[in-house]
T-cell receptor, first 113, second 113 residues
């Protein structure tokens, strides 16, 4: 039974480059979350989708960040242009409606130099 | 005041010890509570839900105190494998269409031989 799949697992890029992170939620889950985790700020919710619709994007840091969910089995988080302060681990999580347990993917470790 | 607060630790305890973590939350309308566990460089995973009447799962006991707005996690007979960061999670009022999930900053536990 596949869990949440994220790619790439590691990404190293130079400042100013575009970065795209990908997520495939668990089949049948209709809620999807993007988080960012750093030592300083802990785990921060960036955006939440329900049935492919963005419900809460108040955690998205600024216009450089955008997220899409074109269908129930795929979501992307894009950073353009990237900056060194974007370096963090980005997690995607999904959950079934009304059960609230979130299943996290393995994360993407992003380093912006 | 942060919405969810935890003692960051680290808690360093010997094998076999009993250790307790507390987590406080600011939104009195919060309805759902969870403890997640995160191993070093891994994704968070659900440890247990916290019910109003308290609940136990083997060596782990979770309690909720609504009057004082805190939840606790007790680990008995701690094992080396319990070493991890424990994240408190609070979900807001179910009466709204969107139940915002907030992760605490985590408490680090190291069990030493």
């Amino acid at each position: 039974d596949a869990g949440v799949i994220q790619s790439p697992r590691h990404e190293v890029t130079e400042m100013g480059q575009e970065v795209t992170l990908r997520c495939k939620p668990i089949s049948g889950h209709n809620s999807l979350f993007w988080y960012r985790q750093t030592m300083m700020r802990g785990l921060e919710l960036l955006i939440y989708f329900n049935n492919n619709v963005p419900i809460d994007d108040s955690g998205m840091p600024e216009d450089r960040f955008s997220a899409k969910m074109p269908n129930a089995s795929f979501s992307t988080l894009k950073i353009q242009p990237s900056e060194p302060r974007d370096s963090a681990v980005y997690f995607c999580a999904s959950s079934r409606d009304y059960t609230y347990e979130q299943y996290f993917g393995p994360g993407t470790r992003l380093t912006v130099t | 005041r942060k919405e969810v607060e935890q003692d960051p630790g680290p808690f360093n305890v010997p094998e076999g010890a009993t250790v307790a973590f507390n987590c406080t939350y600011s939104n009195s309308a919060s309805q759902s509570f969870f403890w997640y566990r995160q191993d070093c460089r891994k994704e968070p995973k659900l440890l247990m839900s916290v019910y109003s009447s308290g609940n136990e799962d083997g060596r782990f006991t979770a309690q909720l105190n609504r009057a004082s707005q805190y939840i606790s996690l007790l680990i008995r007979d701690s094992k080396l494998s319990d070493s991890a960061t424990y994240l408190c999670v609070v979900q807001s009022d179910r009466k709204t269409s969107y139940d915002k999930v907030i992760f605490g900053p985590g408490t680090s536990l190291s069990v030493i031989p």
